[in-house]
């Protein structure tokens, strides 16, 4: 079975039962699970079942329907979030001294092109720490009054740029050596991680957004149909109260005048609960948060034009062997960065023309 056509919300599940030491082995349609005692405890189940998300498989024998919505699901989603996965974890720090001057100077002009400009290694090296975020969520997409989908999503975020990692950098990350107790953070740490949960949190939200206008697709032509078999059917009452106006004296002509004035009403009211029965929501609820503490060496560098100097830090992160990624100084923008005559900044903020 293909474990991406699983239901997600029966996904989920799994996989709370796979972290809490049960065991899971796909058959089919459906999947065979052994549950420890204290989670069969838990949710009220024998410690030995068959699952499946598709009711045509559950009416088999002993076979048990678990698809989202069930309460199984909701518990397990209820314990993961009042668990609260939270915690600071930091990576080893490197024994010897930062790397030399003419190698970081050599390796900050690879990543760190500037128009106009020319970067150059100003100062020592200090030892720091750069928090990363990891941030994972359960997202609740209700695509209409019946249909409703539960699934995770993460995300992580580097704190100093409050930019979202790519998936080769989290992988060197979790790969690479763990300190054995990471020292407490201090209060720029801390201040670095809550500025950048907002970001995280907007990420996540941003990806659920788009998550539920593909879901929300699926059900347009329901709703479609629903909307188009209204509008035909007041258009018929409509149709027949103004052909009978017509031809009725002046009285009844008033009283059926009334009748299609209230019908049009009616319409808008009804075409409006059809329209909210297919509105999609979203809901993200946090459950995971960790940060994790890089260790490497601040760098002062110094973006070069002409007689200027435009003092700048960045930061070598040892595990990654790279610096940090940073934004523009000026306005905060990824595009390269730009020296003028007056100020640095990017490609972006600084047009050709003025940076030239
Ligand atoms: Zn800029």
Known sequence: MNPGNVDPGLRFWLRYV???????????????????????????????????AEPDIARDDGVVLLATGHPVLVQAADATLSDGDVGVMGLATPSGPAPGSAFLEERVRDQFPVEHGKIEVSGLPTRIVRPVL?????????????????ERLE???????????????????????????????GAPVLDAVAGALDTAHGILDDAAQRRRTALSGQASDAHRRERAHARDYYADVLRSLERRRAGAEVDRAELLAARAQSTKEERTRRLLEIDEKYQARHEIRPYRLHAMLVPGWRVPVDVQRGPRRYPLTVDWLAPLGAFAQERCPHCGSTATLSASKTRLGCTVCLPAAVSA
Do not use: I, N
């Open 18 to 52: 796979d972290d809490r030491g049960g065991l899971t082995e796909p058959a089919g349609d459906s999947t065979l699970v052994m549950l420890p005692e204290s989670v069969a405890a838990q949710f009220d189940l024998p410690d030995e079942l068959v699952v499946t």
């Open 155 to 185: 995300c992580w975020v580097d704190a100093g740029s409050g930019l979202r990692l790519a998936p080769d950098v989290v992988a060197r990350l979790q790969a690479a050596p763990r300190a054995d107790a990471p020292a407490a953070p």
């Open 134 to 150: 990891r941030l994972g969520a359960l997202a609740t997409y209700t695509v209409s009054a019946e249909e409703t989908y539960q």
